[in-house]
């Protein structure tokens, strides 16, 4: 069976968050991803989170279906072997500071002087123009920027930024179509181009129509904790065995079952509960009923009661209840993967289900450099060329 991305080449050049995980998404169904990263002083993503016997974890994940090869850009025999390895590529994904790429020679004229139809993406803070081009910046910023963090807190609490990277996950979804767009664009034109996308944005869009309604009616969204601007109740809840479960009622219906099935039914016959909008206004008494009969009785007799209802609920995992949930083992959401060096390692599966050309894990993180030979060999470079380029530290 043929992967739906086999035979498109990718090289990604960037570190840390948003563009490598794009380019994993690539892989993930089945292009031929090469992470090139400097000999000195790989991804720094490799010494994010815990290690086991100095082994990154993390890095198992986000390196998935890689060929990891060592290259310094900054030297002029390394632009060249980049140059080499861009002739025979589809995509390329890059995120150092606007200019970086240019100083090396390596800007998208000279990438597609190598190859015209080349895909150039551009991963950047705060993207290729504008005052805050030149600045560093990571996903965190993007969240305190973009509004995700003034939304996010309790009412009378300090904005809130979440504790993983959340705008570089988005960035990088939105990296990964953007991609495919332009490669459909040079499938018709015989013509690559380059993608300029700022983290700033993507998460921006997902945060709903807020700029229309400051734009027609001046109004902002206050925190409003775990609550909804938009419907109510929608919260999370103690049971009585100290768990907590969450529960939204973003459709009618669904309010209405739920407020039936805590024995305030009374409610759903008020004006107000007409709307989402407008039961938001009345969270307080809501939560209340809701809050009170969810904590009078046990976890497990909560979420059958609200199944038998037809009402949304959801219990608060952690990663523990997640492996052990049902529905998350009967899709496969969580693999396991042989490793080289820690054996069967448990990690997220491909973000989707294709009925006819599914993605896969063919391999997890590599160690730095390991797939050097093999790649440039593949570019022309001899083993006596390589030879000379380690000793001068280029590879």
Sequence with gaps: MTAPLEGLRVLDVSTLFA????????GDFGADVIKVEHPAKPDAA???????????????TLGRNKRTVTIDLGTEDGAELLLRLAADADVLIENFRPGTLERWGLGPEALHRANPRLVVARVTAFGQTGPYSSRPGFGSLAEAMSGFAALTGQPDGPPTLPP???????????????????LRSADRDDRGQVIDLAIIEPILMLLGGQITAYDQLGTLQPRSGNRSVNNAPRNVYRTGEGDWVAV?????????????????GDLVDEPWFASGHTRAGHADELDAAVAAWI??????EVIAAFEDAQAA??????????LADPQYRAIGTVQTVDDDELGPVKMQNVLFRLSETPGAIRWTGRPHGRDTD????????????????????VV
Excluded: C
């Design 19 to 26: 563009g490598p995980i794009a380019a994993t998404f690539l």
């Design 164 to 182: 993983f990277g959340l705008a570089d996950g988005i960035a990088a979804l939105a990296t990964a179509y953007a991609v495919l767009v332009a």
């Design 374 to 393: 093999e790649v440039l060999a593949e570019a022309g470079v001899t083993r006596e060329q390589l030879e000379l380029l380690r000793r001068k530290g």
């Design 46 to 60: 490799r010494g994010h989170g815990p290690s086991k016997d100095g082994v990154n974890l993390w890095w198992k």
């Design 248 to 264: 939204s009622t973003s459709s009618q219906s669904i309010a209405e079952r739920v407020m039936r099935l805590v024995g305030r």
């Design 295 to 300: 904590e009078a009785r046990p976890t497990g």
């Design 313 to 322: 609920v959801a219990p608060v995992y952690d990663v523990r209840g997640v």
